[in-house]
């Protein structure tokens, strides 16, 4: 009986091995190197040398700015396509795949894809050349153009990840059943009320886990940024990698890191407090 | 308040034949209850004129207004879902009162007291603020009633709505149904493959077969008058017996070694007869002879499995009758009782 009991326990382990050995330590390691001064003590002395940096203000308000623009858009396209994808009748699965494609792609890549559209001998330049719309090659991704170089990050980190938002949400709704929806049609409710009033609120749970996946994902965007744009358009992911690799300094590095996890953390929370589901509604 | 009329509705899904071509109206405030096995077009019919099907032809009017083009909620009709439907995220009161915001009826004092009305007519009153979850399945089918209830429609459609429920609970429901349904006296179309029910309720029962209709009939000419094979054996616990009859000369039929008067036309016909319409017969008279195979005693009656020339013949009779296996009985039908059948249309034929 006790053996029986234990079983779960011991089949769990591994994986919790797993995580002690390669989530956890590594984080409290960084905490440590974080939390220490010169002289190995407690000090925020690297908090306070992150603070002062030039890019440390630039880098927390872009950081931001790209989580506020960019995942209100990804949420908002991937309710619409799977509202498109759920009211066709077939070749749902085809779409699927398609729109999907992205996610197979690693951000990196999906920079430099991006990068060779945008870059100053790159296809929108010639497409914008050959419609007589500018007279040479015009520099799109400079510190001299932040907005354009902000709005390219925010198209780039779209294509490449409204998919996953898209996969979560159309996998809560198909587990709305139908006969809501005919219930709500029968008695009177448009498609737009059917949406506000069936869709949403029974997609809650998935919403929540879209959003909070995502919002951790884009306070951590990296990739894309440096190919796009290196540090014209400093971000926190940036910063953390430019202290930990160009200036040697793994404290800085690490309060960076510590910085990113604090406000995941706060979204999070806040996810989870916002888009709490009724234990009593969950039939 | 309003007649249902539906005109040669014909519904295909792929190559399967749903609905070939049905036409019946129903009256207003007419209860009717289609009734038929699984695969019989019984639900496709429902929701055509629900309008979540669109039929491939024909007309569907409610009151004196053509709505086959309408959508559902155009329509004034209501439905009451199988597996209820209600809406999980939003409490008791909430999901009754939902017709009534969408279709915007009333201030929210008069939409308070209809949903205050159509919730004692169904006794969950007291359940209002609670969500759906926390109730039972009998509790969610009066929740998804009221909702239907409480925007008074012309028509209200129930799609098995018992069936979900328990065996004692669907019996409760059912006579209950019957009050609240007469008491407000919507005009009702309630699909089911259950005859009791269908039975217990019906004004009118169509007994539908490969998307057709059969029959539609009061619940007892039904029982008493089947036009077809397969209403006689569809309906009834257990169903018509049916005895290969030759004639033997006008108007004079023979079963075996017993002969009866029938129709006069026909060479070989079907003779349907109900298992308690069949009486134990007195020494020397005509009778079916057979020896009894199997004996079920149900308390209210008894009902006895009959050998008889090969044939298999059910008979119910009074609970005392001391009847055992292997023991021979001698029955003779009901005079009044006889329906004949030609075994080739399998229609009834009038004696």
Redesign the interface.
């Known amino acids: 009986m006790t053996g029986e009991r234990a079983l779960p326990y011991l089949l769990l382990a591994p994986s919790l091995l797993f995580l002690a050995l390669l989530f956890l330590w590594p984080l409290a390691e960084a905490f440590l190197v974080a939390f220490s001064g010169p002289g190995g003590q407690w000090s925020l002395v690297n908090f306070r040398e992150m603070a002062e940096d030039l890019n440390f203000a630039d880098a927390v308000r872009n950081t931001l700015l790209l989580v506020a623009v960019v995942v209100p858009i990804q949420l908002a396209l991937a309710l619409g396509l799977g509202v498109l994808l759920g009211s066709l009748d077939r070749g749902r699965d085809g779409f699927l795949y398609i729109w999907t494609i992205p996610l197979g792609i690693s951000d990196l890549a999906a920079g430099i894809l991006w990068l060779a559209m945008l870059s100053e001998r790159g296809y929108l330049n010639s497409l914008l050349a050959a419609l007589g719309l500018v007279e040479g090659p015009v520099l799109w991704l400079s510190y001299e153009t932040p907005l354009a170089l902000f709005l390219a990050v925010v198209v780039a980190e779209v294509w490449r990840a409204t998919a996953i938002v898209l996969v979560i949400l159309v996998a809560g709704m198909q587990l709305i059943?139908k006969?809501?929806y005919?219930?709500?049609?029968?008695?009177?409710?448009?498609a737009f009320?059917r949406f506000r009033?069936?869709t949403l609120?029974?997609l809650k749970p998935s919403i929540q886990t879209a959003l909070i996946l995502r919002t951790i994902l884009a306070f951590e965007v990296f990739a894309v940024v440096v190919v796009l744009g290196g540090r014209d358009l400093p971000v926190l992911a940036g910063e953390a990698f430019a202290w930990q690799y160009d200036y040697r300094n793994a404290g800085v590095a690490s309060a960076y890191a510590v910085l990113i996890l604090t406000v995941s953390l706060a979204a999070t929370w806040l996810y989870l407090r916002l888009l709490r589901v009724?234990e009593?509604?969950?039939? | 308040m309003a007649r249902i009329l539906v005109e040669d509705i014909k519904k295909t899904f792929g190559k399967f034949v749903a609905l070939k071509s049905v036409t019946m109206e129903v009256a207003d405030g007419e209860f009717t209850v289609l009734l038929g096995p699984s695969g019989c077009g019984k639900t496709t019919l429902l929701r055509i004129i629900a309008g979540l099907e669109t039929a491939d032809r024909g007309e569907v009017r409610i009151g004196e207004r053509r709505v086959d083009h309408l959508p559902p909620r155009s329509r004034n009709i209501a439905m009451v879902f199988q597996n209820y439907a209600v809406f999980p995220h939003m409490t008791v009161f909430e999901n009754i009162t939902f017709g009534l915001r969408m279709q915007k009826r009333g201030s929210e004092e008069e939409i308070r007291r209809t949903a205050r009305w159509a919730a004692e007519l169904v006794h969950i009153e007291s359940q209002l603020d609670k969500y759906t979850g926390q109730l039972s399945g009998g509790q969610r089918q009066r929740v998804a009633v009221a909702r239907a209830l409480a925007v008074r429609p012309q028509v209200l459609l129930m799609d098995e709505p018992l069936s979900n429920l328990d065996a004692l609970l669907r019996l409760e429901m059912r006579a209950e149904l019957k009050t609240i349904l007469r008491e407000c006296a919507t005009t009702t179309i309630y699909v089911t493959h259950d005859q009791v029910e269908a039975m217990s309720l019906a004004d009118r029962i169509a007994i539908m077969h490969g998307g057709e209709i059969e029959q539609y009939d009061t619940p007892l000419e039904i029982y008493r008058n089947p036009a077809t094979l397969f209403c006689g054996g569809f309906i009834g616990s257990p169903p018509m017996n049916f005895l290969e009859a030759e004639a033997v000369a006008p108007g004079r039929w023979r079963i075996g070694d017993f002969e009866l008067a029938g129709p006069a036309e026909g060479a070989r016909l079907l003779l349907g007869i109900r298992p308690e319409d069949l009486e134990p017969a007195g020494e020397g008279e005509p009778a079916l002879v057979g020896t009894v195979q199997v004996v079920e005693p149900l308390g209210s009656h008894l009902l006895a499995t009959l050998r008889l020339d090969g044939r298999l013949l059910r008979f119910a009779g009074d609970a005392d009758l001391p009847l055992r296996p292997g023991d021979t009985l001698r029955l003779r039908p009901r005079a009044d009782r006889l329906r004949w059948f030609d075994p080739e249309s399998e229609r009834a034929v009038r004696s």
């Open positions: 059943p006969e809501y005919e219930a709500a049609e029968v008695f009177g409710a448009g009320q009033r069936i609120p029974l009724r009593e509604s969950l039939a």
